[in-house]
């Protein structure tokens, strides 16, 4: 079992930044491929950003390819995701995911209840 809390949605004028964390429990956390998900009103969920249980292998949608970077702490049980450069479009709740291999569809096993970031023009 992973409990997965997201912290540090927010507001943000277009071109500015905030960062996302994302805090896991249980002990086999470097076991795990984490991943990104953001779903904007009126929109399904769908993937932004994952990184490999080592941190060495990185995967992003191509909208925010060059402007959000993923990044995991395996000793803090963290994994993190920075966000520059933020459109109106990147407004969302934003969810953090786990599952044993990597995926860059909606079928994480473990999921976090998310976090809203809403990026004003």
């Known amino acids: 079992q992973v409990q997965l809390v997201e912290s540090g949605g927010g507001l943000v004028q277009a071109g500015g930044s905030l960062r996302l964390s994302c805090a896991a429990s249980g002990r086999t956390f470097s076991s795990y491929v984490m991943g990104w998900f953001r779903q904007a009103p009126g929109k399904e969920r769908e993937f932004v950003a994952a990184i490999s249980w080592s941190g060495r292998n990185t995967y992003y949608a191509d909208s925010v390819k060059g402007r959000f970077t993923i990044s995991r702490d395996n000793a803090k049980n963290t994994v993190d995701l920075q966000m520059n450069s933020l459109k109106p479009e990147d407004t969302a709740v934003y969810y953090c995911?786990?599952?044993?291999?990597?995926?860059?569809?909606?079928?994480?096993?473990?999921w976090g209840q998310g976090t809203q970031v809403t990026v004003s023009s």
């Open positions: 995911a786990a599952r044993p291999t990597i995926s860059t569809y909606d079928d994480y096993d473990y």
